[in-house]
């Protein structure tokens, strides 16, 4: 019986607690503890304040030198200072939740160590009008239930690349800025404290801090390193192993994929923006505005994006507005090569429209494209995929998608071959009647 019960709080003490550490803190699934090391760039982060006697010295310091950093409040403290709260937002620092109380995950229950969560979240909330977009769990310790509950939730869990140690029996100003002198490197997310959170923290933590700070900020300049927020760490971010694992599977499957479904390069030019394959139409029938007919049985072209340009676009892009805009200006540039190809092209021939599934769709319809929605089922598998895809190549990651998920809606796009050619095709060019696509005998698009 006694051999029972101790198998049975072995087996609870690993899965609530272990395994969620382990998980978020040793392998960094669902977490984040660097940036870019080819960034320049090193992100500073306060812990445990804000504090009315040390958090206003470290702004004062961080001022002095223009510098950016991250603070994670304690939810308690914010509402106690929010004066020093709104200054943070006022200087330009990014704002982090540290929970409410400052609790050991491992010792609270499911219900209690979600609330700690969101109760900090709705303090800084009520304080700045807005949710906090990182979150730091108090000792970088995670349960099963705030493990699963941040991963599901729009947070952004940050831990550290390393800690400067300023809580330690022994810390001085000199033995702190050591250790940040011995280990900076580009990317590195650096923990410091601004306020004593007993128990194992020493009170004079953060007053060496502070005294280390100045000397500190003069390292990184001689290091060329530039102290940021982690919001604008974070737009330079490396993609995490496994992320990188996924992506390089992904290409095998897009490899695969074209040449089993027949996709071809517009133009021929593996870098276009394009892949077209022919396909018979399997829809209802649709009237498109410039009167060709699309029955069951047609030829249409499926179009797809070249994913390798969409991902060289994502990476410059750092928001969904601007990789929106980027690619409307890369199809633009693209539908005059679509057009040629099509026009010339014997595989084309027989086509009467073009068509893609795409939640990139604003803006198509100045280009000549129509806009229709899908089916609620085809819809959401469709949303799926794609939101998965931009997952993939998005550098800004899950966390961030997640808070543009309303605009992520896949739509239809069409274009009749009749409103391309007239559009992108030179002038010289004799059209076919609208909706037929046989080209006149005798012109230059006849074969």
């Known amino acids: 019986m006694f051999e029972t019960v101790l198998k049975l709080a072995g087996l609870v003490i690993f899965f609530y607690m272990l395994l969620p550490t382990i998980l978020g803190r040793l392998m960094h699934l669902g977490s984040i503890f660097r940036g870019s090391k080819k960034s320049g760039l090193v992100a500073l982060t306060f812990d445990d304040g804000p504090d009315p006697d040390y958090t206003p010295q470290v702004l ?9 950093a991250t ?35 491992w010792l609270q229950s499911p219900w209690s160590a979600t609330r700690e969560i969101s109760s900090g979240i709705k303090a800084i909330e009520g304080i700045t009008g807005n949710a906090p977009r ?3 769990p108090a000792w970088g ?3 099963l239930f705030t493990y699963i509950y941040l991963l599901l939730s729009r947070q952004q869990t940050v831990l550290w690349t390393f800690m400067s140690w300023d809580w330690h029996p022994g810390s001085s100003p000199r033995r702190i800025h050591d250790i940040v002198q011995s280990k900076v490197k580009s990317g590195d997310i650096i923990v410091f404290h601004d306020r004593c959170t007993k128990p194992g923290a020493v009170i004079s933590g953060p007053a060496n801090m502070v005294a280390a700070l100045p000397c500190i900020m003069q390292t990184l300049q001689q290091k060329n390193l530039r102290a ?20 390089s ?30 396909r018979h139409y399997r829809g209802r029938r649709m009237e498109l505005p410039d009167g060709t007919t699309l029955l069951p049985g047609d030829k249409i072209g499926e179009l797809h994006f070249n994913n390798k340009f969409l991902q060289k676009i994502t990476t410059t892009a750092r928001s969904l507005e601007l990789i929106g805009l980027a690619l409307l200006r890369e199809t633009r540039r693209s539908l005059p090569v679509l057009a040629k190809t099509v026009s010339q092209d014997p595989a084309y021939q027989g086509i009467k429209a073009l068509m893609g599934i795409t939640m990139i769709h604003r803006g198509t319809s100045q280009l000549g494209f129509s806009v229709y929605d899908l089916t609620p089922g085809l819809r959401s598998l469709v949303a799926w ?22 605009k992520l809606t896949p739509k239809k796009v069409v274009i009749s071959k009749h409103e391309l050619l007239k559009r992108y095709l030179s002038d010289n060019i004799a059209w076919p009647e609208r909706g037929k696509t046989n080209p006149a005998k005798g012109t230059a698009n006849a074969r």
């Not at 310091?61 to 510098?67: E, G, M, T």
């Not at 998005?394 to 961030?400: C, I, N, Q, R, T």
């Open 71 to 105: 603070f994670f409040l304690v939810g308690q403290h914010a509402v106690q200072n929010q004066g020093l709260v709104k200054r943070i937002i006022a200087e330009g620092h990014s704002i982090g939740t540290h929970g409410y109380l400052h609790r050991f995950a």
């Open 249 to 278: 599977l992904w290409q095998v499957w897009e490899y695969c994929f074209e040449r089993l479904a027949g996709l071809r390069p517009v133009g021929g030019q593996e870098n276009s923006l394009f892949r077209l394959a022919v």
């Open 228 to 247: 940021v927020s982690l919001d604008e760490l974070l737009l330079c971010q490396d993609p995490y192993i496994v992320k990188k694992i996924l992506r």
């Open 141 to 143: 310790v995670f349960n």
């Open 385 to 406: 995929y794609q939101r998965w895809l931009m997952f993939l190549l998005h550098p800004g990651g899950l966390s961030h998608l997640r808070r543009q998920w309303h």
């Open 134 to 136: 990182f979150f730091r």
């Open 60 to 68: 004062d310091v961080l001022q002095q030198y223009q510098a950016k």
